[in-house]
């Protein structure tokens, strides 16, 4: 098991998620700063918040749990761009770039608690 949190490939990039989404929300509109910019960058933080989270259960199940609760708010935030976008407040390079992290994540998320799996079932 990792010591820390900030080990984890996917832990590091949920990081960078939302790093890219704080850069990226600066340019919305200031209408929006108490609506879909709260909305994204809260989402974008949901999921290094559940994986560090669950990581400091050291329960198998419960790391699964808020590792499920990370993906939902990785599809969260992939709703929150697709709104930006049909609002023409980013581009369509600007969505591709954000929606192929979420992606990675995504993937490095099922990754994760497909380990977590095996490792309950060993014990």
């Known amino acids: 098991m990792y ?3 900030e080990e984890l490939e996917v832990w590091k990039e949920c990081r960078k998620l939302r790093q890219m989404i704080s850069v990226l929300t600066k340019k919305f509109p200031e209408s929006e700063k108490y609506k879909l910019t709260d909305q994204i ?7 290094c918040a559940n994986i560090s989270e669950g990581h400091g259960r050291y329960h198998y199940q ?15 935030t992939h709703n929150h761009l697709t709104d930006a976008l049909d609002e023409r407040y980013i581009l369509n390079e ?3 770039i954000h929606v192929n992290q979420i992606k990675l994540c995504i993937r ?3 990754g994760y608690i497909n380990y977590l ?5 060993n014990k």
């Open 3 to 5: 010591s820390s949190f």
């Open 41 to 47: 960058l809260r989402s974008s933080k949901s999921p």
């Open 62 to 76: 419960e790391n699964i749990q808020f590792c499920r609760i990370a993906r939902g708010s990785l599809s969260e």
């Open 94 to 96: 600007e969505y591709e």
């Open 108 to 110: 490095l998320i099922n």
């Open 117 to 121: 799996e095996k490792q309950k079932a």
